[in-house]
Structures are given as structure tokens and as C-alpha cells.
């Protein structure tokens, strides 16, 4: 999980939502029953699209890449079960794979203490002993435990990308490559690799800084 920066919000939004909000809690209010559309209106394309392009198309928990084998679901951060005028609100909308979203379901995020990738700070909060995350601190242990974070998929699919990132490391210091080629490697390495785009990124991170000190000077230099 890495912090996420919340884009500007959707034009949809801001000229539907506190309408649909005070629609639905009159509707509420007068314990009837809302349409399927309008409880599901937070999930406008132009909404979807957003969320898309805010989280680099990963799920904002685990961080595995969803548009290849999954649509990904709009998750609600606090729980709209708990607050349904929470339903439509910008700051309380992400995108996440269908397991965190079923694993996180209905749990109140502030009593279960639960990282909120937008407000909190999760590689400090989580570090990698490998493809395993281990908790830093209580709201990190929880997260892990509550969204499964080391369920086998996950762990399967970091350890691919571990196995990529040594490769890319034992070239910067393989020798027989010219510096030139082993200097592109190692931008490539950083502003490509490591970016907030590709999957399991805080690993990633966390294993260069690691790796570091291995790393030829003349490979780092400008």
C-alpha cells in the first residue's frame, strides 16, 4: 500500500451528489425502499474513470493491477452501510480488488484501525521482509491481518516481481555490461520500475533502499 494524492473531483459529482445524497436519506428517513439506481449512482463511469486514472488502475490496498483481470470494485472507505450519506462522497471513494473489498466490507476503518491510503502514511506504516509484510506499527498489523495482505496470491505475485528487481539490480553490477548501459538500467530502475504506476510499488521501493549501498557509485552518478 503507498499514499495516494485524491484528483480533483468528478464534474458528476459536484453537480449530482449532495442531491442524490438528500434524495436518498429522505427516502430513508421515510423507511422506504431506494431504486438500485440511485444507490448505485456512485458508480458513474466518469466516477469509475477517475478512480482509474487516481490509483494508476491498482487497488489502493494491496496494490495488484485490476483492469487486466479484473474491472475492480469502488470502494467506500468508511463503510456506506455505516453512513449512508457517505455514499456519495468524493474523499470516501477508492478502487479496490474484489477480495480487499470483501475483506474490508463493513468494518469501520476508525475502530479497527485500519490504513487509510489517502490520510495515512502505509511504507511507514508496512515493511517487506521479502514478498511478506510485516507490521511497523499497530495500524499496520491490523491492516494486514483485517485485508489479508499476505494471502498466497499476493505473496506469489511479489515474489515475481522481487525475482524481476534482483535481476535488474545484479545487472548494475555486472561488469561486463558498459557503464552507459548499466547507468539507462538503473533510470529505468527508479523512474520506471519503482513508480507509483507498477504493481506492489512499496515493495519495490523498500528493496532498492535496501540494495542501495550494492550499487555502483558511477552507475548512480548524473
Known amino acids: 500500500m503507498i499514499n495516494i494524492r485524491k484528483l480533483d473531483e468528478p464534474a458528476v459529482l459536484l453537480k ?3 442531491k442524490w445524497k438528500f434524495r436518498l436519506l429522505k427516502i430513508i428517513n421515510e423507511k422506504k425502499v431506494p431504486t438500485e439506481y440511485l444507490l448505485s449512482r456512485y458508480s458513474h463511469p466518469e466516477i469509475k474513470k477517475k478512480l482509474i486514472e487516481e490509483t494508476n488502475g491498482k487497488c489502493a490496498y494491496c496494490e495488484s493491477k485490476l483492469l487486466h483481470i479484473q474491472h475492480g470494485d469502488i470502494e467506500h472507505i468508511f463503510p456506506k452501510s455505516l453512513d449512508q450519506s457517505k455514499r456519495y462522497e468524493w474523499n470516501n471513494l477508492t478502487l479496490s480488488c ?3 473489498n470483501q475483506n474490508k466490507l463493513d468494518k469501520d476503518p476508525n475502530l479497527n484501525n485500519i490504513l487509510n491510503p489517502y490520510t495515512d502514511s502505509p511504507e511507514i506504516s508496512m515493511i517487506f521482509l521479502g514478498p511478506l509484510i510485516k507490521a511497523a506499527d499497530n495500524k499496520g498489523e491490523s491492516t494486514r491481518i483485517l485485508l489479508d495482505l499476505n494471502r498466497t496470491y499476493l505473496i506469489e505475485k511479489r515474489q515475481e516481481r522481487l525475482d ?3 535481476l535488474i539490480i545484479r545487472d548494475l553490477n555486472n561488469y561486463g555490461l558498459p ?3 548499466r547507468k539507462a538500467i538503473y533510470k529505468d530502475l527508479i523512474e520506471i520500475e519503482a513508480s507509483d504506476s507498477r504493481e506492489y510499488s512499496a515493495m519495490v521501493r523498500q528493496i532498492i533502499k535496501c540494495f542501495e549501498p550494492s550499487i555502483p557509485l558511477d552507475v548512480k552518478a548524473a
Do not use: E, G, P, R
Request: proline fraction near 0%.
Open 179 to 181: 557503464l552507459v548501459a
Open 98 to 100: 474484489i477480495t480487499c
Open 164 to 166: 524481476k528487481i534482483s
Open 16 to 18: 449530482h451528489a449532495n
